[in-house]
């Protein structure tokens, strides 16, 4: 996990507040309670993946100061998210974007938690109110990997989809995915393939599809990498917005735990996440829109300060429209870099694509 997250910088005085609340409570100083009652409480879904990633952050927490581990500073709370009990049907169909965070916003909102760990990619781009996004966590790789069936085997690495014979069935849940594959390969079959990692590979062992496709963020975070059979590059499949990036929310007003979390603040995260999130935001699709968007710091000359380059994507979902495009500029103008890409890809597509159905 080491290698998914930075190491951890210099404590911030918000931490060191806590930690010295924390040794407080414990020698049962009298005369005046903490103004923060401990543990932390800390939302996130029930899967392996995201308990994985709610782990590793804790992790980093705990590495500035010792203190908060040997106390217990922080408390895991499960909770099940509409997008975890309903495994049949299309998020589109039971309520669109933030399936996986509602119920986890509300209990933020309640204060039945005091923040919550969330994929970024399943995070809407508009959040309730009083809830702001306060950390987002280094990348680890964006991309898509293809997993193919027992029966198949890679043939070409830079013709990934050879290796899917004609009228191949994919298992798949994403409109983004199935878009990018139906564009180059009309002839593939989709079917409806949802669960948590080890789900979806359980049904392709039993031959209910012939392949299907996870981000390799989860895979590698799982300890699963080598279940790719081919990692896809970004000029092949544009990832989804956010993807393999960690984002953790909390209260607006909840300026200390905000300061504490931005310690731990990735930059380049913080910066692509902007780009991508912000394009997301003009596009404004639903959830049966697939869109992408993809962005990097990309050193132009060796000593110069990088340069933010964003490529985003809209498409039909069966493919028989497909528009890609990229922009470059400061990191620091990542916001309107992504509003300007957005607004570009909108005026040049069919407007029905934005369209609910």
Do not use: W
């Not at 951890?8 to 930690?19: D, T």
């Not at 069935?169 to 409109?175: D, M, N, R, T």
């Not at 490529?311 to 509003?339: N, Q, W």
């Amino acid at each position: 996990m080491d290698s998914a997250y930075p190491s951890s910088p210099a404590p911030s005085p918000a931490l060191q507040k806590v930690a010295a609340e924390a040794a407080a409570r414990q020698k049962k100083t009298s005369g005046h309670a903490s103004r923060r009652l401990l543990p932390l409480r800390v939302g996130t879904r029930g899967s392996p993946l995201a308990l994985v990633q709610t782990r590793a952050f804790l992790t980093m927490l705990t590495r500035f100061c010792p203190v908060l581990r040997d106390m217990g500073a922080f408390q895991e709370h499960q909770i099940n998210t509409t997008g975890d009990q309903v495994q049949n049907r299309r998020l589109a169909e039971i309520g669109g974007k933030g399936l996986f965070a509602k119920e986890i916003h509300e209990a933020l909102s309640d204060g039945r938690i005091d923040f919550a760990v969330h994929s970024l990619k399943d995070l809407e781009t508009t959040l309730p109110p009083g809830l702001v996004l306060a950390c987002t966590l280094r990348r680890e790789d964006a991309r898509d990997a293809l997993i193919l069936g027992p029966n198949l085997s890679p043939t070409d690495p830079d013709d990934p989809y050879s290796a899917l014979p004609e009228g191949a069935l994919v298992g798949c849940a994403s409109v983004r995915r199935q878009a990018q594959m139906l564009h180059a390969r009309p002839d593939l079959k989709f079917g409806l393939l949802r669960g948590n990692v080890q789900t979806r590979l359980d049904k392709l062992a039993a031959r209910q599809c012939d392949a299907t496709l996870l981000a390799l963020a989860g895979l590698r975070r799982l300890g699963m990498a080598e279940r790719a059979s081919l990692v896809l590059s970004p000029t092949i499949m544009v990832p989804a917005a956010g993807q393999g990036i960690v984002g953790v929310t909390v209260r607006e007003d909840d300026i200390e735990l905000r300061e504490l979390l931005s310690a731990i603040e990735d930059y380049e995260a913080r910066a692509v996440a902007t780009a991508e999130r912000a394009l997301l935001a003009e596009l404004d699709g639903s959830c049966r829109t697939p869109i992408g968007g993809y962005a990097q710091l990309i050193p132009v000359v060796a000593g110069e300060d990088p340069k933010l380059h964003l490529t985003g994507l809209v498409a039909r979902e069966d493919g028989s429209f497909l528009l890609k495009r990229a922009i470059s500029g400061a990191p620091e103008d990542a916001a309107r870099l992504g509003k300007e890409l957005g607004e570009s890809l909108r005026t040049d597509s069919p407007s029905d694509i934005f369209e609910e159905k």
